[in-house]
């Protein structure tokens, strides 16, 4: 059974620019969730999209967009991009909610 | 709001037992968990709790809940160097929609 498969693996983009990460969940997994990992922040929490509805958002600005597609491939998009938002972008799928969530290897962005 | 607290740093040496503890503050979590992320990977689900269960054993791996202290603990038993990595404790938000994640505990493995 495929894994989460998260691409790019590693992206450098400029300050300014905007950048737009893929996930492909688990087969049959309609929860798709994104979160944020940073040295000094942790993991943090972006949103939730279930059968192509958002559910649930984090607390980040609105340059930090999303969606899923019929397909339940989810995409996310970063505009205006700034140093701060370097980070490992990770996906995870489930099954449906209150299910422990599988993750991809996630995509390494760097600012500069 | 929900919130894990974990300790930062964990050191064993290679043979020993490790105990990684986490304290939560939502009770009504269906199932707590513990996840682990190697250098340069994505977590890895290592483990999950029913939120009626005390214990839980699987293979090395033992995970103690105490509901009334909101408190969980992973143990490691015959820690080997390749269990060093960062360990997250998580629960799930009410609707069930987002994993709070500790800020992760690093074990360090010595031979």
């Known amino acids: 059974k495929a894994g989460v498969t998260q691409t790019p693996r590693y992206l450098i983009k400029t300050r300014g620019q905007q950048v737009t990460l893929s996930c492909s969940p688990i087969?049959?997994?309609?929860?798709v969730s994104w979160y944020q990992q940073t040295p000094g922040q942790g993991l943090q929490f972006l949103f939730e999209?279930?059968?192509?509805?958002?559910?649930n958002k984090g607390n980040f600005p609105g340059r930090f967009s999303g969606r899923q597609f019929s397909n339940s491939r989810s995409e996310m998009n970063v505009s205006t991009l700034e140093l701060g938002d370097s980070a490992l972008y990770l996906c995870?799928?489930?099954?449906?909610?209150?299910?422990?969530?599988?993750f991809g290897s996630g995509t390494r962005l760097t600012v500069v | 709001g929900e919130d894990v607290e974990q300790s930062l740093f964990l050191s064993v040496r290679e043979g020993d037992s490790s105990v990684i503890n986490c304290t939560y503050t939502?009770?009504?979590?269906?199932?707590l968990y513990w996840y682990k992320q190697e250098p340069g990977a994505g977590l890895q689900l290592l483990t999950y709790?029913?939120?009626?269960?005390d214990m839980k054993q699987d293979q090395r791996l033992t995970v103690l809940l105490n509901k009334k202290d909101k408190h969980l603990s992973l143990r490691i038993a015959d820690t080997q160097t390749g269990d060093s990595a960062i360990y997250f404790c998580?629960?799930?938000?009410?609707?069930?929609?987002?994993?709070?994640f500790g800020k992760g505990t690093t074990l360090s493995v010595s031979s």
């Open positions: 995870a799928s489930a099954p449906t909610e209150n299910y422990g969530y599988t």
């Open positions: 087969s049959g997994h309609r929860s």
């Open positions: 999209y279930f059968s192509e509805t958002q559910r």
């Open positions: 939502d009770s009504s979590s269906t199932y």
């Open positions: 709790i029913f939120s009626n269960m």
């Open positions: 998580a629960e799930f938000n009410q609707a069930g929609t987002a994993l709070i």
